[in-house]
């Protein structure tokens, strides 16, 4: 099995949990997200760290996901909406719940276009990801 595109079969994905697609998910946006930063041409590591904490964190993905939602297909809304409905045992200090559940639905629906294999989907997702974030940095 090749890992970086594993591709599993709609069986085996129906069989997975949303918060195992979440945290598939989460691993997808944080690698989208640091290696992005990486080409815009920041190098240097505290520099990195901070943008990436800045964008990957419960109420940046909420209000990623609630740019993305009218974009969605349905068949990616419903899997959006099943993600952020999920029961999670606890959410950490730094986050509200709503804001938590979004951005476990955001993650959930990012791990299942990545174990089917629809890196062009995630691309075209994750580009409109960083021109919000190009139009939050001109406020």
């Known amino acids: ?9 709609e069986s085996e994905i129906r069989q997975l949990s949303m ?11 944080e ?14 590591v505290q520099e990195l760290h901070r943008l990436t904490t800045g964008r990957v964190n419960a109420a940046a993905q909420a209000k990623t996901a609630e740019k993305l ?22 959410v ?13 639905g955001l993650e959930a629906l990012f791990g299942w276009l990545y174990l089917r294999g629809k890196t062009e989907r995630l ?10 974030e190009e139009d939050k940095e001109k406020e």
């Open 1 to 9: 099995m090749d890992f970086f595109k594993p591709e599993l079969n």
């Open 92 to 104: 950490p200090h730094s986050a509200n719940v709503g804001d938590y559940h979004a951005a476990t």
């Open 123 to 132: 691309n075209e997702l994750f580009q409109l990801v960083l021109a919000a």
């Open 31 to 44: 690698l989208m997200t640091r290696a992005s930063l990486c080409a815009e041409g920041h190098g240097a």
């Open 69 to 90: 939602l009218p974009l969605l297909d349905e068949e990616e809304l419903a899997l959006y909406r099943r993600g952020r409905n999920a029961h999670v045992n606890s």
């Open 19 to 29: 918060l195992a697609l979440a945290h598939v998910g989460d691993a997808v946006f």
